[in-house]
């Protein structure tokens, strides 16, 4: 089917920014092959669809290899013009409390996973002269208690993107973004009873609100464009600019 199409692949497409993901590369004219942990609800436009857990990718390389030739089936020959890596884990819990299974999950789903999918399909994304879009977090760089985990796999996440993009040359770009709180009907969940905390979130980013999904999804379109063909091993905060806000009392 649309074999004229261009192929995308994104992972953790059930999520909120996941389902955004597919719907801005499918209106820019991307054939979508998507997986998650889980099937998605309501995200219309995915062209294949792969249910994995990305750890399998790191402990099962029988399972690692399965997964790569089920993707290469799909191409059937053909390129992948992006590799979205947008799936993560998430544990917050006290540094006391964190398990080595916590840290080594959180570190394969989103910094292992990623590393080995670019390399895997290297070859597919240089025949198209494709590129790599990872989804960083702010906390990469500004992070606050309880997180550590999901701070030092985004600060690998990023850092990869920097390393990768150095040492692959003109072969394929890499980019990552690094967005602050986005609001997905989790996170808006989150706030149900809690109006006030979510306006005091809001008023805490210089612009006045949250990001949106879609914001997301639109630079990811953008720097996987013939446009952004400059645009190589950044890593672009999309945060209302909190990131250059200084926490004094005003
Ligand atoms: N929502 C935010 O405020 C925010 C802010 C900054 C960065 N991000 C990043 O954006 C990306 C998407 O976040 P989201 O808010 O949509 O989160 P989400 O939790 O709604 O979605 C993440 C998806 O990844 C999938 N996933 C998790 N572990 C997996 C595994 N082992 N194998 C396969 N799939 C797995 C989940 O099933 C889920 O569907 C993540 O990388 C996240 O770190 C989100």
């Known amino acids: 089917m649309h074999t004229d199409k261009p192929f995308a692949l ?3 497409v059930s999520g909120g920014i996941g389902g955004a993901l597919v719907q801005g590369f499918h209106e820019a004219g991307y054939q979508i092959i998507a997986t ?3 099937p998605p609800v309501n995200v219309p436009n995915i062209d294949y669809f792969f249910q994995i857990n990305l750890e399998r990718l790191i402990e099962n390389e029988t ?12 191409l059937n020959g053909a390129g992948l013009k992006v590799l979205v890596n947008n799936a993560a884990l998430q544990i917050i819990k006290p540094l006391s409390e964190m398990t080595v299974r916590d840290m080594m999950r959180t570190l394969n789903t989103n910094a292992a996973a990623p590393f080995f999918l670019i390399q895997h399909f290297l070859f597919e994304l240089e025949m198209m002269q494709g590129s790599v879009i990872n989804i ?10 309880n997180f550590v985990a999901y701070a030092t796999s985004k600060a690998a996440l990023s850092g990869l993107t920097r390393a990768m993009a150095v040492e692959l040359g003109s072969r394929i770009r890499i980019n990552a973004i690094a967005p602050a709180a986005v609001a997905t009907s989790m996170l808006k969940a989150g706030f149900e009873n809690n109006p006030e905390g979510f306006s005091t979130l809001s008023k805490m980013h210089p612009v006045g609100r949250i990001g949106e999904p879609r914001e997301v999804a639109d ?6 464009s013939e446009k952004a063909k400059f645009m190589n ?13 200084l926490h004094d009392p005003v």
């Open 36 to 38: 998650d942990l889980i």
């Open 136 to 145: 960083s977090s702010i906390h990469a760089k500004l992070t606050k208690p």
């Open 219 to 224: 630079l990811a379109v953008f720097l996987a």
């Open 10 to 12: 994104i992972t953790g």
């Open 233 to 245: 091993g950044g890593v672009y905060e999309l945060d209302g600019g909190i990131g250059a806000r």
């Open 63 to 74: 399972e690692a290899n399965e997964f790569y030739e089920l993707i290469r089936s799909v």
